[in-house]
């Protein structure tokens, strides 16, 4: 179970990332686009082995953390902007 949430945890993470970070593009917020980008990047490294290499269930649950990364990721990006 642990892996399990490790896994959906950091799809969310990377997921999360990107959908602020498009939306940090969108606005020409800098600082967002550069934290982001490297998130993106330093998740995106330990994630392609662990999902390429994973049985239909491990690719599923990270399919989960990853829809529910992109929508969490433009709901706090547009929070930040209405501060």
Known sequence: MKEK?????TAFIQVFLISANTY??????YIGIA??????????TGNVKKVSLGKWKERLIYSLGATAGGLFGVLVSKTIFKL
Not at 24 to 29: D, L, R, V
Not at 36 to 44: K, L
């Open 35 to 44: 934290f982001a980008g490297f998130g993106i990047s330093w998740f995106w």
């Open 24 to 29: 940090f593009i969108s606005k020409s917020f």
């Open 5 to 9: 949430i490790k896994l959906f945890s």
